[in-house]
């Protein structure tokens, strides 16, 4: 037990003094090759990409169209703002909120969260989106639904867009919604 006790000490210093040995043998290399993986493209849509959006909206009821096509002048316009995380370059998730232009008691009309699945081909950018939201505007309730859209850029960090979706809504008549605006990242 003596033995192994004074051999305590003397393995720990050795120890030290290899890792210290150790350290003093690293050399750095001269300069260092950093490579993009193969799918990162041309570097226009990044993963970890935060981005902000604004838009105009435009509104169409289910209401609004029978077997002609449109017979009521029901379309609403108004101004849309966003914000989306990408956490790979195809899969993110999104939120926004839109106000219309007709007169409401409350600022925001409509938000929604979304996820969203991208495919990056050069300056073009198809994404498909899904998910659900709450509206205030005139009866409170949940609205959920999906869409398709494209993103155009031409410079890492500006870009524009347009989308379409679909929502469903719990107390009234589903609605169609469209969206085009700029989109920066950051």
């Known amino acids: ?16 003094a290899y890792s210290v040995n150790a350290q003093n043998n690293y050399t750095a290399p001269e300069q260092a090759q950093t490579t993009q993986p193969d799918d990162y493209g041309n570097g226009l849509y990044h993963p970890c990409e935060f981005s902000i959006d604004g838009s105009v909206v435009g509104i169409l009821h289910e209401y609004d169209f029978n077997g002609n096509g449109l017979h009521r ?3 609403r316009f108004g101004g849309d703002a966003g914000a989306n995380f990408f956490f790979t370059q195809y899969i ?25 699945v991208r495919f990056p081909i050069g300056i073009f950018a198809p994404y498909i989106f899904g998910g659900a939201g709450y509206q205030f505007e ?3 309730q949940i609205v959920g639904g999906g869409g398709v859209g494209l993103e155009i850029r031409l410079v890492p960090h500006f870009g524009i867009f347009a989308d ?6 719990v107390k009234t008549a589903d609605f169609g919604l469209a969206r085009a605006g700029v989109r920066l990242s950051f």
């Open 1 to 16: 037990m003596k033995i192994i006790k004074g051999l305590l000490p003397l393995i720990i210093v050795t120890g030290i």
């Open 73 to 75: 002048k029901n379309y």
């Open 92 to 116: 993110g998730v999104g939120a926004d909120a839109y106000a219309l232009s007709q007169r409401s008691p409350s600022f925001v009309d409509t938000a929604t969260g979304n996820l969203i």
């Open 138 to 140: 005139r009866i409170d």
């Open 164 to 169: 379409a979706r679909y929502l469903a809504a």
